[in-house]
């Protein structure tokens, strides 16, 4: 089944049918609303959990489909964890909007604009890992700056939940890190500046800017959940048609399933799913551009 609904919890708001047909009718539905937009996080949704991050690809169906998307789609935008150029060499499709490090820089015009107020902090990150690191030599843990945000990946180390353990009380002890925010996310801890900021405010900012009429973004992790709920806010506040997509695997974190509306099985499905979308758009509607 290409799409399943999600069942742990009742809402509050229209979710849509189990059964596959019923899915896609209403996605039909939320199509029709125009200027619309795409969007999606990459890591666990258009490419599969690697071991590192440089191991991680997005596979060619996925590429394809994008690259199909792009003229039948308002915007069609990457929202990662990723650094925004990374986003943009991982996924290589022209016509894309790629904003990186959770909404705090965009690959716009050729080069990648921060936020000022998150600048601000990237030699405070890179202090506070270069004591990280002088302090924690734990094996297969990945220290990895990202310019204004860092992640400390511990999935390849031998004892995940000492490693993990360890690395929090690493950054409790280094007294720089007290300026930053700190997020946890699948096998990985996440530095960011204190400022506001999310894939939420990303998707806000979006919508404001284009004006658009309707929102399809999937994700798999805690940080996509704050997309979710900027959704479902932006649904009761401005009437968008919206649908948050929660794209499954045995890492998903219970709040990424209490805040969807639909599921899809792991990246294969999202393959499937863009494959349909991209076929729908172009048998109904004329290119944007």
């Known amino acids: 089944m290409l799409l399943a609904a999600s069942t742990n919890r009742c809402y509050s708001y229209p979710v849509l049918s189990k059964h596959l047909f019923d899915c896609l009718d209403s996605i039909r539905d939320i199509l029709s609303s125009r200027p619309r937009c795409l969007a999606f996080d990459i890591d666990g949704t258009i490419s599969e959990i690697a071991p590192t991050p440089q191991q991680a690809f997005v596979t060619a169906a996925c590429r394809n489909s994008l690259r199909a998307l792009v003229p ?4 069609v935008a990457a929202v990662s964890g990723r650094s925004a150029d990374d986003a943009r060499a991982m996924i290589a499709v022209d016509g894309l909007i790629y904003i990186g490090n959770h909404g705090l820089e965009e690959w716009a015009g050729g080069s990648v604009l921060s936020r000022p ?15 990280l690191a002088r302090r924690s030599q734990i094996a297969g843990v990945l ?3 990202k310019g204004v945000t860092a992640s400390i990946h511990y999935r390849r180390a031998t004892q995940p939940k000492v490693a ?5 009380q690493a950054i409790q002890e280094v007294k720089a890190a007290k300026t930053l925010e700190v997020f946890e996310g699948k096998m990985v801890v996440e530095l960011r500046p204190q400022v506001k900021g999310a894939k939420g405010s990303a998707l806000r900012r979006l919508v404001e800017f284009y004006k658009l009429a309707s929102v399809i973004y999937l994700g798999d992790d805690v940080t996509d959940v704050d997309a979710f709920i900027m959704l479902q806010k932006l649904r009761a506040a401005r009437g968008l048609s919206t649908l948050a997509i929660a794209v499954l695997g045995f890492e998903t ?10 599921t899809l099985d792991g990246v294969s499905e999202v393959e499937r799913f863009l ?12 290119p944007t551009i």
């Open 72 to 75: 039948y789609f308002d915007v």
């Open 275 to 286: 494959v349909w979308l991209a076929k729908e758009a172009a048998g109904k509607d004329t």
């Open 143 to 145: 220290i990895e700056n």
């Open 117 to 131: 107020d998150a600048e601000f902090y990237k030699s405070r990150i890179e202090e506070v890992l270069h004591e």
């Open 164 to 168: 993990r353990a360890a690395i929090l």
């Open 253 to 262: 974190p219970p709040q990424v399933l209490d805040h969807a509306e639909v």
